[in-house]
């Protein structure tokens, strides 16, 4: 058990519609990062946040966004979806030492 | 960034030594390897670091080149638990999330 923790495990909805993945993380972490990985495919750094501000930006779509809440937990929003936004979702969080703790993700089908 | 090179897949079997080797011929002087693992349905899980001496924990070891432009995992008794995909990745010494996952090695353990 990494300690992050991701809900829901499964998300099926349709095109055009929106969603909102959330993560817990470890108890002490003030980071937690979001990444995409498709159908057999490496995983795709999305976004990072600590403390509650943004910090880095990678591939997310102006379709998606994220923030970080003042008890640290991270909600990332998915709308007008896509069938090409089917994917598992992860987010991570680390503390010092630049280890990446995941959660178990959520998997998100689009229809 | 610079960007690691690994096989896409390795067979061993159960209870012998495994090698996973990965190349970062453009790795910079403060880049650390990072090695992560990725079980089916699973999040990726922290394996093991190092910046150029080589390293072991209770997870496997890592042998660092003298040029540090490749490096090697090492799981001393592979066991059937082990089948994973394993990413090696670059973690500049200021960050997290410039992380480039590539596609990894996807071990296969037979009995």
């Known amino acids: 058990d990494s300690g992050v923790t991701q809900t829901p495990k499964h998300l099926i909805t349709a095109t055009g519609q929106r969603v909102t993945l959330r993560c817990s993380p470890r108890s002490g972490d003030l980071s937690v990062y979001w990444y995409q990985q498709s159908l057999d495919q490496g995983l795709q750094f999305l976004i990072h946040?600590?403390?509650?501000?943004?910090?880095a930006k990678g591939n997310i779509l102006e379709r998606f966004s994220a923030q970080q809440f003042p008890d640290l937990h991270s909600e990332l929003n998915l709308s007008s979806l896509e069938l090409g936004d089917s994917a598992l979702y992860f987010c991570a969080s680390s503390g010092s030492g630049g280890k990446l703790f995941f959660g178990s993700g959520t998997q998100l089908s689009v229809l | 960034d610079a960007k690691t090179t690994q096989p896409n897949s390795m067979e061993s079997n159960e209870e012998e030594p495994v090698h996973l080797p990965c190349n970062h011929s453009?790795?910079?002087?403060?880049?650390?390897i990072h090695w992560y693992r990725q079980l089916p349905s699973q999040g990726p899980e922290y394996v093991i670091h190092?910046?150029?001496?080589?390293v072991n924990n209770r997870m496997a070891s890592l042998a660092i080149a003298e040029d540090r432009k490749s490096s090697t995992l090492i799981l001393h008794r592979a066991t059937l638990r082990d089948a994973a995909v394993y990413y090696c990745?670059?973690?500049?010494?200021?960050?997290?999330?410039?992380?480039?996952w590539g596609a990894g090695t996807k071990l296969i353990i037979k009995p």
């Open positions: 453009t790795i910079s002087g403060t880049d650390y």
């Open positions: 990745i670059l973690r500049p010494m200021d960050s997290n999330y410039q992380l480039i």
């Open positions: 190092g910046l150029t001496s080589n």
């Open positions: 946040y600590y403390n509650g501000e943004e910090r």
